[in-house]
């Protein structure tokens, strides 16, 4: 069974810039989740969809920061105006509901920098 | 809200020691937990998990945690310590019944000869 597929790997900006992220999950996983995890921190959590709808974005900057996963497969994360702020690393996940007790198979993650 | 707090941000073990990392937890009720570990360049990976059960988990590697609702810890636990074992160790919880996992701030592993 493949894993969680991310690209690029690794993404170098200018503030002011945007840039996309994509997402593969495992075949079959109904949720997927975006984490920003900055250097030395755990993750946190993004956004999370069950299918193509977004069941939380509360910790999404609404301002710059756009998430899709228009078929419920692949999902793509989208930083308008990148910010010094937004270098982190940004990890995926996927699960399927088991009734609560779904695990979350995480992805390499891409390793984003803003000069 | 559910929180985590894991209290050491590096640990430094002997290769063939016994290893605890600590996690202590915040959750009115019973939690789901969780043990992550992120080697370089690489996405997190479970170790193992914690439904309501056994107190006593056991995990992938010879890892195994022990949970205590009294004292709100799901602390990781080795019995003896490989170099490969060097890595970022997250410990996590996540309500009962919810989707939203809480991630500490991970524990960095050195492993020395």
């Known amino acids: 069974e493949a894993g969680v597929t991310q690209s690029p790997r690794y993404a170098v900006l200018q503030e002011g810039q945007a840039v996309s992220f994509w997402c593969d999950p495992i075949s079959g996983h109904d949720t997927l989740y975006w984490y920003q995890q900055p250097r030395d921190q755990g993750p946190q959590l993004l956004v999370y969809f069950r299918d193509e709808a977004v069941i939380d974005n509360s910790q999404l900057p609404s301002d710059r920061f756009s998430a899709v996963r228009p078929k419920g497969t692949n999902s793509t994360l989208k930083i308008q105006s990148a910010k010094q702020g937004d270098t982190a690393t940004y990890l995926c996940?996927?699960?399927?509901?088991?009734?609560?007790?779904?695990?979350?198979?995480f992805g390499p993650g891409t390793r984003l920098t803003v000069l | 809200a559910q929180s985590v707090t894991q209290p050491d941000a590096r640990v430094t073990v002997s290769e063939g020691a016994s290893l605890q990392l600590r996690c202590k937890y915040s959750?009115?009720?019973?939690?789901?937990l969780f043990w992550y570990v992120q080697y370089p360049r690489q996405g997190l990976q479970l170790l193992l998990k914690?439904?309501?059960?056994?107190?006593v988990v056991q995990g992938v590697n010879g890892f195994e945690a022990e949970f205590s609702k009294s004292n709100s810890s799901f602390h990781l636990r080795k019995a003896s310590v490989h170099w490969s074992d060097w890595a970022v160790y997250f410990c996590a919880v996540r309500r009962t019944g919810g989707y939203k996992v809480v991630f500490g701030s991970g524990t960095r592993l050195l492993v020395s000869p």
């Open positions: 996940a996927s699960s399927r509901d088991w009734g609560g007790r779904d695990e979350q198979y």
């Open positions: 914690y439904y309501p059960g056994d107190p």
């Open positions: 959750y009115f009720g019973t939690p789901y």
